[in-house]
């Protein structure tokens, strides 16, 4: 099939940055119907990207074509189902790339390190480095946890709207793994608030009793991750809290420029 002068043009154009425009503009499609909750109009779209509702549907055909978007019956666009193993595969090699600085939070720290993403409204932990303590913590990586229990899920919430905090909440309720776990929206946001204030995020036997866990975002990672290490509270004390937080910021620092610099 002929194609039209408009669209080839269009196609072949390269950008300011060298990259091929109906390429960055199908991607931020994409990223901006994530940022919606996966499921957008064509108007929501051209009025967030000031891009004409043509050119927006051209390039929505193209990804519903490959599969990386479906439109729905109520004729708005969700995300496809291609995309899942784009970013099961992706997932694993954020785990990949993380476990030299878990091998050596463990090496520095003497405990158990993770890393986990916010998947949804859940915590999927993506890499673990155990303790070569014969008594050390287990999660299982593709384990998925609520975040209102978890130090992980404190750190990578701590960033978030309370609004939006709120909302993730009433949806996943907020059960009681232990007697210590925080189980009010208002109790929740309070912790995040320390959060934010501290610096760190703690998880003191809310996940389960005799487990303390201390963890951090990484800042200005492609997708949101955070890392902790976890160890029994007779280990990870106060005064061990002290030496082991500057340990984990840091290194959190370093997989961060890691991330940025291999283009993740």
Same mark, same amino acid.
């Given at each position: 099939m002929p194609t039209s002068s408009a669209s080839t043009t269009d196609s072949a154009k390269s950008s300011a940055s060298g990259g091929v425009q109906s390429l960055e503009r199908a991607f931020d499609l994409l990223e901006r119907m994530a940022d919606a909750g996966g499921e957008v109009g064509l108007s929501e779209l051209s009025a967030t990207t000031g891009l004409p509702l043509p050119t927006i549907h051209r390039l929505m055909r193209t990804l519903v074509a490959c599969g990386y978007v479906r439109q729905q019956p109520n @004729? @708005?666009? %969700? &995300?496809? $189902?291609? &995309?899942?193993? &784009?970013g099961e595969s992706a997932s694993r090699l954020l785990g990949t790339w993380a476990r030299p600085y &878990? %091998?050596?939070l463990v090496e520095e720290t003497g405990e158990t390190a993770n890393m986990a993403l916010l998947d949804?409204?859940?915590? !999927?932990? !993506? %890499?673990? +480095? $155990? #303790?070569?303590? #014969?008594? @050390?913590m287990f999660t299982e990586v593709g384990r998925r946890v609520l975040p209102h229990s978890t130090g992980v899920g404190k750190a990578l919430l701590a960033s978030v709207p309370d609004e939006e905090v709120r909302a993730l909440l009433a949806r996943t309720g907020m059960p009681a793994a232990t007697e210590k776990t925080i189980t009010t929206p208002d109790g929740f946001l309070a912790a995040l608030e320390d959060v934010r204030r501290l610096g760190y995020a703690v998880d003191d036997n809310e996940q389960e009793i005799g487990v303390r866990c201390l963890a951090v975002s990484v800042p200005d990672s492609p997708t949101a991750a955070a890392i902790s290490i976890s160890g029994p509270a007779g280990r990870v004390t106060e005064a061990a809290t002290d030496k082991i !937080? $500057? +340990?984990l910021q840091g290194i959190a620092v370093e997989l961060s420029q890691t991330l940025a610099s291999s283009g993740a």
């Open positions: @004729r @708005r666009y %969700a &995300l496809g $189902p291609r &995309l899942i193993r &784009l &878990l %091998a050596r949804g409204d859940e915590i !999927v932990y !993506v %890499a673990q +480095v $155990p #303790s070569k303590h #014969s008594m @050390r !937080v $500057p +340990v």
